[in-house]
């Protein structure tokens, strides 16, 4: 009798609490609406109840919508919210947010595609937009003014790339210091973006089936070609450099390269040619010296 009594009461709460979280859910949701009526919003997180005392955020979650996955936008709506009374307050944040998750796959695709001409395919490359306050007007500027060098406007990045060979022990250096090297400068020439650059060379083997489902923002897991071509890899242990930098376009990290041999190559602005590219040996790399 008790044990009956036990999964009736479990199976109340969690119906008690599942409506709750709905109505608040709703509540959000209905403010962003009014602020953006032309889209379709929903929570892929939360909102989740934050018990601890070292915050005064109670509620958390993170919004998404149609046209952010249309736009294959990795960002979304951040909420974090000390009571919901005053939601109200957010009005304004929720849109700027939304409105820079909307830019930032422009930004990245641009950075994506001249870093592939360079690099090949099948690379990883992450920028670090969580510190782009004004993104979207940074987006903006940079599409109009691409072709046109503007010495004192720039939009500062850091990003991250991640290149796979088939032998780290066998790649010439000087060759990637010049495509590093000349990559961050045509991108600040071309389209005033003056980005930090840290460039990961490591060894395809560690690239397993696991590791590649687990980088994949997993809003578009289900997407027909990443599960097409997620099957194969898992079948046939390769997959062509076009294929897997299909999968690799949905990343939303970098590539965990600890205790592995790795090269890493930095640059920035502060270079003023090729042969002073920074770069860092693993310890790996080291005892093969």
């Keep these: ?33 009014r602020q953006v009526p032309n889209d ?40 974090a919210l000390e009571d919901l009374d005053s939601l109200y307050m957010w009005e304004d944040d929720f849109k700027d947010q939304y409105e820079n998750a909307l830019a930032s796959p422009r930004l990245t695709k641009i950075i994506r595609e001249n870093a592939k001409k360079m690099l090949g395919e099948d690379i990883i490359v992450y920028i670090d937009l969580s510190e782009a306050m004004f993104l979207k007007e940074g987006v903006e500027f940079v599409e109009q003014n691409i072709g ?9 990045l850091r990003v991250s790339i991640d290149v796979f060979v088939d032998d780290i022990t066998k790649v010439n250096i000087d060759e990637y210091k010049k495509k590093v090297f000349h990559l961050q400068r045509d991108l600040y020439k071309e389209y005033n ?37 997620l099957k194969k890899y898992k079948e ?32 920035g602005d502060d270079e003023k040619n090729y042969k002073e590219v920074n770069v860092v040996l693993s310890k790996e790399m080291k005892n093969n010296d």
Excluded: C, W
């Design 148 to 156: 046109n060098f503007i010495p004192d406007e720039k939009v500062g």
């Design 40 to 79: 379709k919003f929903y929570f892929i997180r939360g909102l989740e109840r934050e018990y601890g005392f070292n915050t005064n955020v109670r509620y958390r979650g993170i919004i998404y919508s149609d046209k952010l996955k249309e736009a294959k936008a990795f960002m979304g709506i951040q909420v």
């Design 1 to 33: 009798m008790k044990k009956i009594f036990s999964v009736v009461m479990l199976i109340f709460i969690t119906l008690l609490t599942s409506g709750f979280t709905k109505m608040h859910n709703d509540e959000v949701l209905e403010v962003i609406q």
């Design 193 to 229: 973006i003056n980005s930090d650059i840290n460039m990961d060379l490591q060894d395809r083997k560690y690239l397993n089936y696991d590791v590649i489902k687990n980088h994949i923002f997993y809003v578009f897991k289900d997407e027909p070609q990443v599960k097409k071509y």
């Design 236 to 267: 046939e242990k390769t997959l062509l450099p076009k294929e897997m930098g299909y999968l690799m376009d949905y990343f939303t990290r970098y590539f965990d390269s600890t205790n592995i041999p790795n090269i890493l190559f930095q640059v």
